[in-house]
């Protein structure tokens, strides 16, 4: 008897345990997906949001080499230790290493190797590949500010590890530095997209080198005598800051030479992110696609700061502080849409961090971020988006910053005579004689200005406010009551005019994907248009319209439906707009539409650039059933999960489940909806909802229900009041 009992004590205590095992959701990253097609993802390690990206490049040039890698490639050129994950535009891939055997070589036509994808793995954390001209298998590892790299060589007399400045972007100023026989420091400036990107580092090894030599302050190569299926590490620090920087950044990382260690550790840290959302799918594709997005998510921004608290300012300068993470690689024209909004939910402490840097760069660069990139301005895209960045932020809770400051920083943003907002303010549009893009930045500048009007409101600024929310109703001025497009206009509309031309009027689109931009006041826009009825028939002419498109190419116009265009930002709410007009059914057969055409667990499996996380932003909102719309809102638009259950952790110790009945691919209808366990009719969730945690349950089904969410009371709104 006493041994049944002790034996069923033991079954017990075992499957408790297994209980108690937490889930591994890395194993559903696939840092692949984004690498093929147009995506421009990197498949190399990182932590989350850290200053290191270590990857492999295997393209030099080109639109789709942007990340420095492509799935379609079969060369390495070396490991480079930052990356952009998924721009539209090239730069990074500083400082290579590449491990060779013979004669050192200084080109990268020599050195260079080609690959097998049957030996080439990446997961969250950890990537390894065999190099074919020498049979050198190389396994990366990171950690926030640091790097390793594993060679395993053959047996040789001469086998070396290549350091090139010159890879990818023009080298302004550099140094190389070698340290007696295991270290090598440097300094590398260069201009590009960034353009005038400072990097330091120091580079140590596992083992003495016998041999290293230098090809002035660009190149240099070490070598060792290895026997068979030796392995020699090599670990990195970086820093923006100075050598002196980098090498604290090392010490405080890395202890030793353990890959392992580092690998355990960043599957550690993403699982620990990964799991603030936590899922369950019956279609194990899903799991792939969403953990991966999700991954994707928390890659930028990305730390720029040591660890003793220095950082290199807009300014150029060196400052110092101690009370918040500073970082880099901010593509606000993309991620203020869905990302932000997803980050403010999840990751309030880091929100935080990035409003103080904004107040940082206004107050060191004089002015916040448009698209900032190693404390460098790129100007490129339009709008000032950072402020709804802040706006989101203030008005979901988030503290941590001054908001004074901030709003001091936006209004000054809105006020400049810059990028066209001269005539903007002149006029109450901008004329497209006076600068480009004329269409795309008044709806921008319109919806940026709702935003401070709203934080001017919530400060006491009543003044303010009254400018601000006349602002936000300039969009009206570009639109055209005959057509019931946003058209350029002078004095008068230009014409003649084609809605699916795509020139220099509107941004990276045309008329018909900008139509719809009006998220700060879609009820002036519905009234404008003649009513909710014609919105939803504006919409329905939109994704039943040709894929033609006219006037010059823009490669960023990818993923189609109709003159629905998912591969780029500007159409990321037009399939929610349906709820507005009180026909939620219709976004519901939409987003699940393009969730199943536009993302698949493949290289290729994004429709477009994945633009710094935006791309996955909107998938992830979108698996779990709702999206922001008008980010700065209250509300969330709620569309057809694909997820069979989900649990969002809030960081007031609550949580947020949703929770679907009879869902498959046919299934795509909302049949009933229940909050709480109370009947649910509305076609929007509110920020209150969900930050105050529960349940949200969902009974789906193959036929529209369209009494569901339809009344007047049940949908969303954004309206302006005069």
């Not at 699916?500 to 700060?520: A, I, K, M, R």
């Not at 003649?530 to 498109?549: P, Y």
């Not at 935006?614 to 999206?627: D, E, K, N, T």
């Amino acid at each position: 008897m006493k041994a049944i009992i002790n034996k069923t004590l033991a079954l017990l205590l075992f499957a408790s345990a297994a209980v108690a095992q937490p889930t591994d959701y890395s194993t559903y990253v696939d840092p692949f997906i984004g690498t093929g097609g147009h995506g421009h993802t990197f498949p190399g390690v990182t932590v989350p949001f850290g200053m290191m990206q270590l990857s492999p490049d295997t393209r030099l040039s080109g639109w789709d080499g942007c990340s420095g890698y492509h799935n379609s490639d079969n060369r390495i050129y070396g490991f480079s230790h930052t990356h952009l994950s998924g721009t539209g535009a090239s730069d990074y891939c500083d400082i290579l290493l590449m491990p060779t055997t013979g004669k050192p070589q200084f080109s990268n036509k020599k050195y260079s190797s080609l690959f097998s994808k049957k030996n080439e793995k990446a997961e969250a954390g950890y990537y390894s590949v065999v190099l074919d001209k020498n049979n050198i298998k190389v396994e990366l590892a990171s950690t926030t500010r640091t790097g390793l790299h594993k060679y395993t060589f053959p047996k040789s007399s001469s086998s070396n590890v290549i350091l090139d400045l010159t890879h990818r972007d023009r080298v302004k100023e550099s140094d190389i530095t070698i340290n007696g026989s295991t270290e090598i420091t440097g300094k590398r400036v260069s201009d590009n997209w960034a353009n005038n990107q400072i990097l330091y580092f120091v580079i140590q090894f596992s083992k003495p080198f016998v041999r290293s030599q230098k090809m002035g302050s660009l190149k240099a190569s070490v070598s060792f005598e290895t026997e068979e299926g030796e392995v020699i590490y090599a670990k990195i620090g970086m820093s923006a800051v100075s050598v002196e920087g980098a090498r604290k950044n090392l010490e405080a990382e890395q202890k030793g030479f353990d890959l392992q260690k580092l690998k355990n550790d960043a599957k550690a840290a993403w699982n620990n992110e990964l799991s603030k959302i936590e899922i369950k799918a019956t279609d194990e594709h899903v799991m792939r696609t969403f953990y991966s997005a999700l991954y994707h998510c928390m890659i930028a921004p990305n730390v720029y700061q040591d660890v003793d608290g220095k950082y290199r300012g807009r300014d150029f300068e060196i400052h110092e502080t101690k009370d918040f993470t500073y970082y880099t690689v901010f593509s606000l024209w993309d991620t203020y849409r869905a990302l932000h909004p997803l980050l403010t939910l999840i990751d309030k402490k880091r929100t935080a961090d990035f409003v103080n840097t904004f107040n940082k760069e206004f107050e060191e660069g004089g002015r916040l971020p448009v698209w900032e990139l190693s404390s460098c301005e790129t100007w490129c895209m339009i709008g000032y988006h950072a402020v709804p960045v802040i706006w989101e932020a203030y008005s979901k809770g988030v503290t941590g910053f001054d908001a004074n400051k901030a709003y001091e920083a936006m209004k000054f943003s809105a006020m400049e005579d810059k990028n066209a907002l001269k005539s903007y303010k002149a006029n109450g549009y901008i004329k497209y004689l006076d600068d480009g893009q004329s269409v795309s930045r008044t709806l921008e500048y319109a919806y940026d200005d709702w935003c401070i009007a709203q934080m001017a409101k919530k400060l006491g600024k009543e003044e303010d406010y009254k400018y601000f929310i006349e602002r936000a109703q300039y969009y009206k001025n570009v639109y055209d009551v005959t057509t019931g497009f946003m058209r350029p206009r002078n004095d008068g509309f230009l014409s003649p005019f084609d809605p699916f031309e795509v020139n220099h009027h509107y941004t990276e689109g045309n008329s018909w994907q900008y139509s719809f931009y009006v998220p700060q006041d879609l009820s002036g826009q519905m009234k404008l248009l003649g009513g909710k009825e014609k919105l939803a028939a504006f919409l329905d002419s939109l994704f039943s319209a040709s894929t033609k498109l006219t006037g010059h190419k823009q490669p960023d116009i990818t993923g189609l439906i109709g003159q629905y265009v998912h591969g780029n930002e500007p159409s990321h709410q037009i399939a929610y707009e349906y709820n507005y007009a009180g026909q939620p059914w219709k976004t519901q057969a939409m987003v699940r539409r393009i969730m199943n055409e536009m993302y698949r667990d493949q290289p290729d499996g994004l429709a477009g650039n994945e633009d710094c996380g935006q791309m996955s932003a909107w998938y992830i909102f979108s698996a779990l059933g709702f999206y922001p719309v008008c980010p700065g809102s209250e509300q969330y638009a709620i569309g057809s999960p694909v997820v069979d259950n989900a649990v969002i952790k809030l960081e007031n110790g609550k949580s947020f489940t949703i929770k679907t009945k009879n869902n498959n691919a046919q299934n795509v209808y909302i049949a009933s909806a229940k909050l709480n366990g109370k009947e649910y009719t509305k076609s929007f969730l509110t920020f209150d909802d969900i930050i105050k945690g529960g349940t949200f349950e969902l009974e789906m089904n193959n036929a529209p229900n369209t009494k569901w969410g339809s009344a007047e009371s049940d949908v969303p709104v954004t309206k302006i009041e005069n």
